[in-house]
């Protein structure tokens, strides 16, 4: 027989009446009287329910005193006692750890397994809800996304488009460049004439207002600011609450868009305004050249107009892929989105209703409309290409390769240059009208998430990969 706590022979044997297994009884005595259980099944133990057992054994005499040696190995063998029941104690306790550890894990299995079904759950949801609503009665009889709230717009507001529309087409051909306008010798002198450490890391969006001296930009901490380029100091710090992805102005209003599908505007840096309802991040904005009218722009496949003078939405629409961009003809009649499949889609602003689409040949990332009214910009994501196309035709009229990806193109007030920003370079692309040629006046190894013209076309103010800028002009 041996002892089921110390593996060794007993000298003095006992049976636990729970379990029928043997133990040295000094042993379990010692163990029970620590814990009151039996050491083998867990059970509820008492020294009652110890039954001896006979066996041979050889009886040692009792040691004289306690510097004997008979005393030393009694000594010894309390020690070895001791020691044995601490290390039985720490297997079980070990073996417990272990199941108690197997159970902890599967129960985080489980959550993370309910987590992400929930997740995707949220997901579907929010898909189902952004492609499906009701526009007045009744369910699609097809089982299609319905075109959500197409309506027209109220008749006061259309009427201001048309009037906005006569207005721009009648004097925008017969528009002269200004005398003191950049040229593109003056564009190939310019230098990086100051530099503004990160502020808004993350930041993707930029815009210069009509006076060309604040800087409107905002990151991944929620918070956006307005940096006052000729005094060289930040005037306006705007909390936004939400990571910032997009930026415009109306007039002296600061607008940001943000991930949490809001569009918030600011006027001397103090919050006025919330509007937004998208379900999803919020990846452009765009100002309607009457300034009666916002657009917005999201993940969620839809884009919204709102009324400027009540801050109310007045329409939106849903589309069958992310839309990445959006932007107004410079006339005010059309509106375009670009989306994360290459479609590129022509809308009436007035009626709702869509009128053309183009395929490009990548996920569009950036749009922008020429002066001339007929000529529009496209840069791809993670493409190095810029395809200029035609309105008039509906066709591509130029690809242009940069030589690196170029995330944001903006053109100038005259319609003649073509800045670009990428992780690359910044650079400018001019049309020669009277050769009807292309040409580079001006390229700058300076990384930048996306650019904005200044004054008179004749400085560039990048907005940097770390949230800070890169002032480009005249070098002294």
Known sequence: ??????????????????????????????????????????????????????????VTAKPPNLTSIPSLLNAFQSEWDAIVLESFTLKQQLAQTRQELSTALYHNDAA??????????????RSALSSVTVTGGGAAANGDAMQVDTQELPAALAAKIDETQQQLFSTRRKRPIPNEWATGEDLSAIQVTDTIDSMYPGSSSISLDETGDLALFGGQDGVAGVYSISQQKLVHTLKAGS??????????????????????????????????AHAGAVTALALHPSGAMLASSGTDKRYFYYDLSTFQVLTSNYVDSDISTCTFHVDGLLFFTGSTDGTMRIFDVKAGTRVATLESTGPVGHMSFSENGTWFAVAFKGSSSIQVWDLRKQALL???????????????????FLATAGPGSVSVQQYTKSTKTWSEPFRKAV????????????????????????ILGAGT
């Open 447 to 470: 990384a930048a998430k996306d650019v904005a013209w200044g004054v008179n076309g004749s400085s560039l103010v990048a907005l940097t990969p770390d949230g800070g800028l890169s």
């Open 1 to 58: 027989m041996l002892c089921a706590i110390s593996g060794a022979a007993p000298e003095h044997p006992v049976a636990s009446r729970k379990s029928g297994t043997v133990f040295e009884k000094r042993l379990i005595e010692a163990h029970i009287a620590e814990n009151h259980t039996d050491p083998t099944n867990g059970e509820d133990l008492a020294l009652e329910d110890l039954i001896e057992l006979k066996s041979p054994r050889t």
């Open 243 to 276: 990571p910032v992805t997009a930026t415009a102005w109306w007039g002296s209003r600061a607008l940001v868009g943000t991930t949490a599908g809001t569009v918030k505007m600011f006027e001397d840096g103090q919050e006025m305004q919330q509007i937004g």
């Open 112 to 125: 993370t397994r309910v987590i992400a079904r929930l997740t995707r759950e949220r997901d579907e949801a």
């Open 398 to 416: 130029k690809d242009l390769d940069i030589g690196s990806p170029v995330d944001k193109v903006h053109w100038d007030y005259t319609g003649q």
